[in-house]
């Protein structure tokens, strides 16, 4: 199992829709969570960056935690053609021999169609 | 401009021969990453950086593989005998405290 899973999708919505892409992790050690967003033939490109469980909003793009259940989502509202990219989950180590090592999940291809 | 910069940025080598590929990262970022990117996957971790100590090497990668960062600063990887598998994109990023930057990747192509 790895350590942090992500549905590859790819999921197709319609311009406007609101999105919402999710991530699972399995390590309690996992204390800091990052969205990135990944063009074609690109490096990955953060997004967002949280630590606590909750929402943390920037603009059209909400990050959310779930401590409890290990779950972190990424919700886009309004979505745009432009927002069409692979997302990426990551969790950060903030314990042990693994302390500031990075885990990705798959990523999830997204398309927003006009 | 500031970013991770990444060179080269495409990379075409025959199968047995040896290919470093260097980053350089954020000015004052303590922290360096190495991962590998095939097409449809996540970034697979490779190595990481504190500093100029080498803290983790992936239990994955063969002995073919080294990464150096001689006085904590720019960084190299080198493959050895590289081999059809190693295609791939070889990201580097950096971090000083949060989410770490990434550079363009360099683009490894085996034949």
């Known amino acids: 199992q790895k350590e942090v899973e992500q549905d590859p999708g790819p999921l197709s919505v319609p311009e406007g829709a609101i999105v919402s892409l999710n991530c699972t992790y399995s390590?309690?050690?996992?204390?800091?969570f990052m969205w990135y967003r990944q063009y074609s033939r690109k490096g990955p490109e953060l997004l967002m960056y949280?630590?606590?469980?909750g929402n943390k909003e920037d603009g059209r793009f909400t990050a959310q935690v779930d401590k409890s259940s290990k779950y972190i989502s990424l919700f886009i509202r309004d979505s745009q053609p432009s927002d069409s990219a692979t997302y990426l989950c990551?969790?950060?180590?903030?314990?042990?021999?693994?302390?500031?090592?990075?885990?990705f999940g798959q990523g999830t291809i997204l398309t927003v169609h006009p | 401009d500031t970013g991770v910069s990444q060179n080269p940025r495409h990379k075409i080598t025959k199968r047995g021969q040896n290919v470093t590929f260097r980053c350089d990262p954020i000015?004052?970022?303590?922290?360096l990453y190495w991962y590998r990117q095939t097409l449809g996957q996540g970034p697979e971790f490779l190595t990481y950086?504190?500093?100029?100590?080498?803290?983790?090497k992936s239990r994955l990668l063969s002995d073919r593989f080294s990464a150096e960062r001689p006085k904590g600063s720019f960084s190299t990887l080198e493959i050895q005998r590289t081999e059809q598998g190693d295609s791939a994109m070889y990201l580097c990023?950096?971090?000083?405290?949060?989410?770490?930057?990434f550079g363009q990747g360099t683009r490894l192509t085996v034949v």
């Open positions: 990023a950096s971090s000083l405290e949060g989410g770490a930057f």
């Open positions: 390590n309690s050690a996992f204390q800091y």
């Open positions: 949280t630590y606590s469980s």
């Open positions: 990551a969790t950060f180590h903030a314990g042990g021999t693994s302390y500031g090592k990075l885990t």
């Open positions: 000015s004052e970022h303590n922290r």
């Open positions: 950086f504190q500093n100029e100590a080498q803290l983790e």
